[in-house]
């Protein structure tokens, strides 16, 4: 990451449950240096893919505490602080900033549907000024399938104008590539990272980012070496043989509810049952799935 700027193949990090299904911060770590190895630029930690909105506070903080303590560089951790109460979300924050930790990624308020663009911007706008620190960075987390609270374009430029140095860019989970490139178009300089893993190539094409995606838990050494290489004409073969394992490897965990599938896969791949584990209301994978899978 640049300083205002992030750009990279950024991992939307599993957690690891422990059998009474608290966070297994070793293994969590432990993967994280995994990510690190394979080339991700960094750890989107505390996002959808790592059921953040199934923890605590308490617990949201105590897994970012452990990735610092474990030797994971500050500078590469993009926690997700965004929750329902905005004043929690300035305190996640702060803790986050209290740790090195500068750039995030936010959530708007979603709990209250069909709310207004200046309600949305009145909330962002709310936290950004009672963290009140200038080394803050902020991704917006468009997600609307989930939140219900889309991030308009409207929205994006009345935040970028008031807080130009903080709002950097927005993972955009709509999953449309033509969303995505609207916004690179409109809002030049403004960091928008993919969060499906087969638009990173397409939306590089045009101006993107990088990406905040679930499968790179699995293949973030090819999502990397797409993100190095796909405008150099002598590795064309090589990134569409990326892009096709990358796609592949995508549609294999969408078969089944995603989550509980790649932390299966996860588990398979380590032998740290660890893995399997979801918070309810998910389930884990049937042993029918699981060996389908």
């Not at 009145?122 to 219900?148: C, K, M, N, T, W």
């Not at 101006?207 to 070496?225: E, P």
């Not at 990326?242 to 380590?270: C, E, G, H, W, Y």
Request: hydrophobic letters at 45%; a negative charge; charged letters at 20%.
């Amino acid at each position: 990451m640049t300083e205002l700027f992030p750009s990279g193949v950024f991992c939307a990090a599993l957690t690891p449950l422990q059998t009474d299904l608290m966070p297994d911060h070793a293994s969590f770590v432990r993967h994280c240096r995994y990510l690190l190895e394979e080339g991700c630029d960094g750890i989107a930690l505390l996002g959808t893919t790592g059921e953040a909105n199934s923890f605590s506070g308490d617990e949201r903080r105590g897994l970012l505490e452990a990735a610092v303590a474990g030797g994971i560089a500050p500078d590469k951790l993009l926690p997700g602080t965004g929750v329902a109460a905005f004043t929690e979300t300035v305190a996640l924050t702060k803790h986050a900033l209290s740790l090195g930790v500068t750039t995030v990624v936010m959530l708007p308020p979603f709990y209250y549907k069909e709310v207004s663009d200046e309600g949305v911007f009145a909330a962002y706008s709310e936290i950004v000024q009672r963290i009140g620190d200038d080394r803050l960075r902020v991704v917006l987390y468009h997600i609307p399938r989930f939140s219900a609270v889309p991030i308009t374009h409207s929205v994006i430029e009345r935040l970028r104008d008031r807080f130009p140095r903080t709002i950097v860019g927005i993972k955009d989970s709509f999953g449309e590539l033509a969303h995505m490139e609207a916004v690179v178009r409109r809002f030049p300089g403004f960091a928008v990272l993919a969060g499906a893993d087969p638009l990173l190539l397409p939306l590089l094409k045009d101006g993107g980012a990088g990406c905040i995606t679930a499968t790179s838990n699995l293949v973030a050494r090819d999502l990397a070496f797409v993100f190095r290489n796909y405008a150099d004409p002598a590795k064309q073969a090589e990134v569409e043989a990326a892009q096709a394992r990358i796609v592949a490897t995508r549609n294999r965990v969408t078969r089944f509810a995603q989550i509980p599938s790649i932390k299966a896969l996860l588990a398979r791949q380590t032998g740290n049952e660890h893995w399997r584990h979801v918070r309810p209301p998910l389930l884990p994978l049937s042993e029918g799935e699981a060996a389908e899978l």
